[in-house]
């Protein structure tokens, strides 16, 4: 079981670079698989980046841009949001889940636990 508080998110110009950060609590920070998905205003929720086994994996939309990278010793995931655009504004949402379940790593159903979101706005 896991707590995750995410933190980072702001106002920026296009183009410009954010680093978001999602701290658990636990220690069981390491056998988990971890995800960061994004919602705008109206529409669904959206996968963004995963972590699982020292894999990454990103949507295409944010492929080149994006990194999602660990610290265990901190038990802390990050998000490196580079060149954002204003399409990338949204509420972004750090996840966690076992690392041995099964499903698919892009799907908000297959995680079991939520942070409570952090604002990204991109500014044109």
């Known amino acids: 079981q896991v707590q995750l508080v995410e933190s980072g998110g702001g106002l920026v110009q296009a183009g410009g670079s954010l680093r978001l950060s999602c701290v658990a609590s636990?220690?069981?920070?390491?056998?988990?698989?971890m995800g960061w998905f994004r919602q705008a205003p109206g529409k669904e929720r959206e996968f963004v980046a995963a972590w699982t086994s020292g894999n990454t994996y990103y949507a295409d939309s944010v492929k080149g841009r994006f990194t999602i990278s660990r610290d265990n010793a901190k038990n802390t995931v990050y998000l490196q949001m580079n060149s954002l655009k204003p399409e990338d504004t949204a509420v972004y949402y750090c996840a966690a889940r076992p690392t041995l379940m099964y499903g698919s790593l892009w799907s908000p159903s297959n995680y079991d636990y939520w942070g409570q979101g952090t604002q990204v706005t991109v500014s044109s």
């Open positions: 636990g220690r069981t920070f390491s056998r988990y698989d």
